[in-house]
Nanobody, 122 residues
Framework: VQLQASGGGLVQAGGSVRLSCAAS????????LAWFRQAPGKEREGVSC???????SYRDSVKGRFVVSRDVAKDTVYLQMNSLKPEDTAVYFC?????????????????WGQGTQVTVSR
């Protein structure tokens, strides 16, 4: 599986951005997909994930603001980010793993996209 993330940019606090991650490979529909982020000087952290059964999970700080979804026909996973805050500033990565329940352990993901920068200004 190869992943290509896009959609990042500069946005004001309170604004919205939608990230996309296009995947190649015939197993996309059965993959567990996740979004991670890494801010300068901080460790990579899981943001949201969607399992092969459609189950979704979010880290507490983004619940109610971010929505993860997948379009199997387009082999693409999205992260809709609303009510953005300066602390959401980071490089965002998409990741894929085999079928199963999603989680935020980076070691469970075998494939990673290149990352896209999201900068939220005050």
């Amino acid at each position: 599986v190869q992943l290509q993330a896009s959609g990042g940019g500069l946005v004001q606090a309170g604004g919205s951005v939608r990230l996309s991650c296009a995947a190649s490979g015939s197993t996309f529909s059965r993959s567990t997909l996740a979004w991670f982020r890494q801010a300068p000087g901080k460790e990579r952290e899981g943001v949201s994930c969607i399992g092969s059964n459609g189950f979704t999970s979010y880290r507490d700080s983004v619940k109610g603001r971010f929505v993860v979804s997948r379009d199997v026909a387009k082999d693409t996973v999205y992260l809709q980010m609303n009510s953005l805050k300066p602390e959401d500033t980071a490089v965002y990565f998409c990741a894929a793993a085999g079928p199963g329940v999603c989680g935020f352990g980076s070691a469970m993901y075998d494939y990673w996209g290149q990352g896209t920068q999201v900068t939220v200004s005050r």
